[in-house]
């Protein structure tokens, strides 16, 4: 158990619908990365949060947008749900201290299911 | 631009040791990472190593790390049917950001 949670644990929507995931930190970690993986695949990079601002993105479009709270939880909200966003997403807690990263754990992910 | 490759298969027979191997293209990645993944379920870390280290050592795991190759390597000594999952290497990147391959998926028979 790493601590990291996530909700909900499974989700349906239908193609159009807009979607928010949740995600709990590990005590002590102040930053918040997001990763979609398709299935079959390994995860891909969505983004990340540190102090309540998006810090580096990958190649998502802007419908995928996210925020982190003052507890350093997080959210990631999809607009304009389409096929192929259905995966499972992950969320990962690190502690970054300037330059220094700290190991990323992995909440248990939300499998997203888009109809 | 930043890749990582494994092959996708490997089967070993209980007790065994299994190889995963892992090929990257991002030279200035500080931590090399192992992770693990059952069906259904998130990452779990197995271990790490650092850029400057050509081998780390963890109970029944072994990392070995060839930078001028690019090449990261995981050993798991007597595997055992609990072993049987997907193993990915994951370099960090830029951001601070895992960069991911398809990963290996280890199976294990008697």
């Known amino acids: 158990e790493t601590g990291v949670t996530q909700s909900p644990t499974h989700l349906i929507k239908t193609r159009g619908q807009q979607v928010t995931l949740r995600c709990s930190s590990q005590s002590g970690h102040n930053t918040v990365s997001w990763y979609q993986q398709a299935l079959g695949q390994g995860p891909q990079f969505i983004f990340q949060?540190?102090?309540?601002?998006?810090?580096g993105r990958g190649n998502f479009p802007p419908r995928f947008s996210g925020l982190q709270f003052p507890n350093y939880s997080s959210e990631l909200n999809v607009n304009a749900l389409e096929l192929d966003d259905s995966a499972l997403y992950l969320c990962?807690?690190?502690?970054?201290?300037?330059?220094?990263?700290?190991?990323?754990?992995f909440g248990p992910g939300t499998r997203l299911t888009v109809l | 631009g930043e890749d990582v490759e494994q092959s996708l298969f490997l089967s070993v027979r209980e007790g065994d040791s299994s190889v995963i191997n892992c090929t990257y293209t991002?030279?200035?990645?500080?931590?090399l990472y192992w992770y693990k993944q059952e069906p259904g379920a998130g990452l779990q870390l197995l271990t790490y190593?650092?850029?400057?280290?050509d081998m780390k050592q963890d109970q029944r795991l072994t990392v070995l790390l060839n930078k001028k190759d690019k090449h990261l390597s995981l050993r798991i000594a007597d595997t055992q049917t609990g072993d049987s999952a997907i193993y990915f290497c994951?370099?960090?990147?830029?951001?601070?950001?895992?960069?991911f391959g398809a990963g290996t998926r280890l199976a294990v028979h008697p």
């Open positions: 990962a807690s690190s502690s970054v201290a300037g330059d220094i990263t700290d190991t990323q754990y």
């Open positions: 190593i650092f850029s400057n280290m």
């Open positions: 994951a370099p960090l990147g830029g951001y601070n950001k895992l960069i």
């Open positions: 949060y540190y102090r309540e601002e998006e810090n």
């Open positions: 991002d030279s200035s990645s500080t931590y």
